[in-house]
């Protein structure tokens, strides 16, 4: 019995933590997607840019964690809009498929530009000691890395919550989500709003690559490696569903980890069969004749 | 322009343009005898971006899935020469039959999706099967992939032989057969329907169109074209590997197809002949480096050139006969 409890903590602590990296990692793809329906391939980029910058400033430069960290942020936030303003521009009137190419294509450049950086081997990714510790839960020992993730998540959750339903700023959001021509009808600035929550999201994406860089390892093809992961919580989500984002990533994370660690030879599979499933019975209606 | 085939103007010179290609190809074969390895997989690569083409450029299907049915043709092949059957024609019109099986098992609900479902869905398929072919490892080899593949003499006459004559001209004879069909059905008014299909999907259904089944129709050829394409790679290479299935063989097609220009009949194989030269030439560099070519190219193709090459080309000739006319 306790067997079966020590595998439960385990289940739900890592996958919890592994989905709380995605949650952060593809929320800023939710929002993005729900305002200005374009399909970006190529936000896994601005998270394993996150993730590389926090590595090179820890073990290069010496860093501690948390401000490696912060910078990440604000150089991913920075790039991201600089992105935004040179591509990103062209693509709010384009064809889904225009759309699908040039952020495939902004993808490919990322990884190459990435190579170019740092070499083509994965980078470090040992804890700081004060995280790879563990504690002690009473049934089963974890490492303090991912108790960690779980509470930044948690505060993430909250500090989204609040910024998407408590202010303003989270109002004109969702009313460019729900209705765009109606949200400019009424004096909202879309495209100023869109810019703004882009750079967020990637700000976003930057802070679960840079924390969870653990989990998911810097290297070259990280934007491709973690691209399905990421697109199968936005599809699962729906366009700008944030509050049911948090709450996809943590069961994407604890249904891959569970079947993984239960089912290694085909634990693997269980989250594609889940993902069509989903899809299918939730989109079939969509186009009927 | 996109879709309309081939301008009316250019069709009374190119009565069969498939000679023109078979053509060019032996071109090759004379001119360069030591390269007709590369060759015959340019002409594969050809015929599988061909019906990517057919489903994304012709019915506006964007999957990132394609290469499941490449690799169910080649795994098939594989397969069946292993266990005993090894007259080639056969074995690969026996695997697009799978290909065509397969296409018609998951059509009919990966059809009724759009956008990022579809997507989603494609990409998910293609996971699956590569997962499935990976731990499969008593029937695909997994990792090590499938060896010990062998065939029959073409019609009984004409050896696989080491410099790949045998399976150059098979190849060019393929692809010839593949743009005649492929070329028949874009210009019947079954082709029209799906170019309608994919202009406006609503409109087409509210005239009465099968929508549904013009789709399905599309995607069981593309399906079957593919796999036969996988088929000719394990006939003429005598291996197969994992990466048949892998999502990188579909992104690459769709990189050939959108660099050649999708939606036209002749940009699948000029935008394959395009990329493979380029990658052919600078394949000793960096592969890292070779993803800034890739990546340039998509962005500069989505950016300044819609059409691809033969878009350019058009706009090229247009302007050309603008200023002779003027």
Known sequence: MSDFAASLIFIVLYGLSFGMVLFAISIGLVITMGLMRVLNMAHGFFAALGAYVTVWLMFQQGAPLWLSVVVACVVVTLLSILIERTFFRHLYTAAQLDQVLLTIGLAFLGAAFLNLLFGPNPQPSTLPSSLAANVDLGIRTVQLYRLFIVVLGACLMLGLWWLFDK?????????????????????????????????????????????????????????????????????????????????????????DTGARFLAPTYGSFVIYVFLIGMMVSRHLRMAEP | MTGNATPSRMRKYLLFPELWIAAAALLWFVLFPDQLSFGTSVLVTAIFVMSLDLVLGYAGVVTLGHALFFGFGAYAAGLISIYGWNEPISVAVAASAVGATVALATGPFVLRLRELPLLMVTLALGAIAFEAANKATWLTGGDDGLVGIEFKPVLGLFEWTLSSDTAYVYAVCWLCVCLYIARRIVNSSFGLAVVGVRENFWRMALLGAPVQRHLLRIYVIGGALAALAGALSVETVRFVGLSVLSVDTSIAALVMLVVGGVGRLYGALIGTVAYMLVHHVAAQINPYHWMFVIGALLVAVVMYARGGLLGLAETLAASVTRVRGA
């Open chain 1, 167 to 255: 202010t303003d700023f989270g109002a004109r959001v969702r009313a460019a989500v729900d209705n765009r021509r109606m949200a400019e009808a009424v004096g909202i600035d879309v495209d100023r709003l869109f810019a703004i929550t882009f750079a967020l999201g990637c700000c976003l994406a930057a802070l679960g690559g840079a924390v969870g860089y653990a989990m998911l390892p810097p290297e070259p093809m990280y934007p491709f490696k973690y691209l399905v992961i990421i697109l199968i919580v936005v599809a699962l989500t729906g366009f700008g569903n944030i509050k049911s984002g948090a709450f996809i990533a943590a069961s994407v994370g604890i249904v």
